[in-house]
């Protein structure tokens, strides 16, 4: 219940292509979903999130589409870039019994965009 | 730099040895976490802790590891003697808030363990 599953693993496209990554959870408490870009060498930052009252939130080429009754969500990358090149890990968290709102990661993709 | 500090950065250690790993949290920011990223895995949560309080250590292993984050400096995470399997990335987030699905979670880039 505490997973969250995220695919592909890896994942290749040409510059100018759309990149989508999928994640799955279960846990029906959580209640924030946010993605994080990791490049190389560094820490995670915060790309963009959303909460499970809205269905959709755009930011510039980021997008991420949230299907509540599935237990899915998904980050769509528009025009990819090669400086989008990073491995992206979806997540979770709420506040339930046992919990204090600690964000569960997914595994990660590591996104190549070839120019 | 007014960012999530870590070190050091890279720490190479003998089996048995003591590591110990320091982050100082964003200004301002009173609430802690540290994680651990295997190689091609997602970031395992450890603990969490307020200045002086852990609040969650639920992810934290029972034995050799231990964290604190007292009134004053950094806060630490220490692994006692260490095994192979301890080799790692150690990241430390801060935050503002209390939880982390209130306010976003920023990453410190992290401590390398290795050991030998």
């Known amino acids: 219940q505490q997973q969250v599953k995220q695919s592909p693993q890896s994942l290749i496209v040409q510059k100018g292509g759309i990149s989508i990554i999928n994640c799955a959870y279960e846990n029906t408490a959580f209640d924030y979903f946010p993605w994080y870009q990791q490049f190389p060498g560094k820490g995670p930052a915060l790309l963009i999130a959303i909460r499970p009252d809205v269905s959709e939130k755009k930011e510039g080429r980021f997008t991420i589409s949230f299907n509540k009754s599935a237990k899915q969500f998904s980050l769509h990358i528009m025009d990819s870039q090669p400086g989008d090149s990073a491995t992206y890990f979806c997540?979770?968290?709420?506040?339930?019994?046992?919990?204090?709102?600690?964000?569960?990661f997914g595994k990660g993709t590591k996104l190549s965009v070839k120019p | 730099n007014a960012g999530v500090m870590q070190n050091p950065r890279h720490l190479v250690r003998r089996r048995g040895q003591e590591a110990r790993l320091r982050c100082s949290p964003m200004k301002g920011h009173s609430h802690v976490y540290w994680y651990r990223q295997l190689p091609e895995e997602g970031l395992k949560f450890m603990v969490y802790l307020q200045k002086e309080n852990i609040i969650d250590e639920s992810g934290m292993p029972k034995e050799r590891f231990s964290a604190e984050f007292p009134k004053e400096g950094p806060s630490i995470l220490r692994i006692q003697q260490v095994v192979r399997g301890d080799s790692a990335a150690y990241f430390c987030?801060?935050?503002?808030?209390?939880?982390?699905?209130?306010?976003?979670?920023?990453f410190g880039e992290g401590s390398r363990l290795t050991v030998l």
């Open positions: 987030a801060s935050s503002s808030t209390g939880t982390t699905n209130t306010g976003e979670l920023f």
């Open positions: 997540a979770a968290s709420g506040n339930y019994g046992g919990s204090q709102g600690n964000l569960i």
